[in-house]
């Protein structure tokens, strides 16, 4: 087993110092990327790419060869689990992720099968491991998974949605159904993400880009909640000096910012904020590590206008240990990839001076 030879980032996650900032991309695999667009339009389509381990792999390696980030994240999808519970995923050029199968019941609720990750989900795992032997120790390896919540809102309503009205529907009238799909899934990502662990993963992040749109009663009870239980039952194993023998857990709900106190006392290692927070409001700064919080659009503007922002994002942040450069939310596809170089050496160069 190779030694890491960037262990920045894990030191970010547990709060311990660094010499600068470590920084990593919500979606730093994908088509801002020439060479990605290339490596897609030969795979001929996404779910191809995640289901071979040699593409998926490739796709990883893209930007860490590119950019000098601090971390990687295996080239995947969060909709792998409903995809292997059987309801048929796709994508149709420009309207997003689609299922052929769609849940609108308990009966539906009933039949899913809870996804064996060493069968349907092998593909993932054989990435991870293959990945994990090419990155050779130059970056660690970030696996992750949608949220339980965030998971439900793609099956019941059967893609991307702007009102959500089908769940909050089910939410409203049909809470014990809904709440049984959320354990299933629940259980689904433990057993998901501990086989990640098991095939490599040196860091989990858990996507919860929907719970924001829940009221404060309801994101605890449907979408923290699951998340708790998933946290309690991850394989992290043990803090020590050796920073590779603890697997921090990031916990990401976008618009969640309003709910920081309640969301640190949850287990995760880290939060992640949107841009939406202001990161000097934080309290929990040096005992919960902070992800985020650049808004991906900046990276449209100049040279001088991004190299401000991150100044201010650093800034906010301050001299405290444990913070993780991100966006608050992936990429957008047209971003110039020489604004992203900006992005990476400022952030390097600016951070050094907080933590002397
Ligand atoms: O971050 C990375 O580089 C790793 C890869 C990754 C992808 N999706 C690749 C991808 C990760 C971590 C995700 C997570 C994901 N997928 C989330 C949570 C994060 C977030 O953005 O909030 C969500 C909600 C999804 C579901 C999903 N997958 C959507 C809505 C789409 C369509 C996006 C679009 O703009 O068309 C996808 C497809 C997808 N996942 C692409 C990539 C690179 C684009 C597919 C393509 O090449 O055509």
Redesign the pocket.
């Known amino acids: 087993m190779s030694q890491l030879k960037n262990d920045r980032y894990l030191r970010a996650l547990q709060c311990l110092p660094v010499d600068y900032t470590p920084i990593w991309m ?6 801002y990327l020439p060479e990605y667009r290339q490596l ?1 339009a030969k795979a001929g389509d ?1 779910m191809t790419m995640c289901q071979t381990p040699e593409l998926a792999c490739e796709a990883t390696l893209q930007p860490i060869r590119r950019f000098d980030l601090d971390a990687a ?7 792998t689990i409903p995809d292997a519970m059987g309801l048929g995923l796709y ?1 149709e050029t420009g309207e ?2 689609k299922f052929k199968k769609t849940i609108s019941c308990l009966d539906d609720i009933a039949q899913l099968p809870i996804p064996d990750p060493g069968q349907s989900l092998k593909y993932v795992m054989d990435a991870i491991g293959l990945t994990k032997k090419e990155l050779g120790g130059k970056v660690p390896l970030i696996g ?1 998974s ?1 949220s339980p919540w ?1 998971l439900a809102t793609y099956m019941v309503e059967g893609g ?1 949605s702007k009102t959500f009205t089908k769940i909050k529907k089910m939410l409203y009238c049909a809470p014990k159904a809904l709440h049984l799909l959320l354990e299933k899934l629940a259980n689904s990502v433990i057993l998901y993400l501990n086989a990640q662990i098991e095939a490599g993963a040196q860091s989990i992040m858990i ?1 919860d ?1 929907w719970g924001g749109v829940l009221s404060h009663e309801s994101y605890r009870a449907f979408s923290l909640y699951y998340m708790e239980l998933i946290l309690s039952q991850l394989k992290r194993g043990k803090k020590s000096q050796n920073i590779t023998s603890y697997v921090p857990v990031t916990l990401f709900t ?1 618009g969640g910012g309003l709910w920081l106190d309640t969301i640190s006392k949850s287990g995760a290692d880290a939060i992640g904020v949107d841009w939406t927070v202001d990161l000097n409001q934080i309290e929990q700064k040096g005992k919960i590590a902070i992800q985020g919080n650049l808004d991906p659009s900046i990276l449209y503007a100049n040279k001088e206008t991004i190299e401000s922002n991150v100044e201010s994002v650093l800034c906010e942040f301050g001299y405290h240990n444990g913070h993780v450069f991100n966006l608050g ?2 990429i957008h ?1 047209d971003i110039p990839i020489e604004h992203v170089q900006y992005l990476v050496e400022s952030v390097h160069t600016r951070s050094k001076r907080f933590h002397s």
């Open positions: 919500m979606r730093q695999a994908g088509r897609r996404f994240i295996i080239f995947s999808d969060i909709l994508f997003g992720p992750f949608g965030t991307s996507f880009t976008k939310h992936g596809q």
